[in-house]
């Protein structure tokens, strides 16, 4: 099998892997990966996010310039950082960055991003920059974690979908390592696809 085929084949699943990884990372719940494609939207996979019920992204009120609440600004770099981690994954999988293959990602964390610096192009630029650097740094510098990477990749292949469940337990089963359990209350039952990852 030629790389190009290999990486068409695999790429998919390096994407929604590396989505599903840094959420755990991060604990942020969702209910499923897939690498089964929507027809309707023409995406070869997405991680089915569940709704976080206190994620407001306008965190600045009118006339207001500075962050009002740190945490809010954290979740909200957390929400870019795994959205720029499917990319991110593909990239380090396939060797080269893919943005055109995750534009719904691009485009969330565009606007994301542009709630977080008021539209400042420049600082737009470098924070999107920064978060992928940073959600490669999550999944290399530790070597398990790309181990985990590779693991959810490849029973993505095997399965098509795992579910939040499956993805943790293919984690535990390559580490001894304990994941947060318990998550931010203002995780909501109800799911929805969001963000609409790629
Ligand atoms: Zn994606």
Redesign the pocket.
Known sequence: MSSATRNRCSGPAY??AG?AVVAMLKGRRFRHATIVPDDGDGSLG?VYFRVLRAFDPEIWSAGDWVLDDGRKAKRLDDEVCILVA??AAEAIYTGRRNWRG?HS?YRAAVNLASYRFRGWNDAITAYLRWQAAEAERLMTQNPLNWKWVQAVAKRLIREKTLTEANVRQTLRSLSQCTFPETVAKSVAKQPTKHPP??
């Open positions: 994407h929604e989505h997405h499917g990319m995750a990602d990852a790629t």
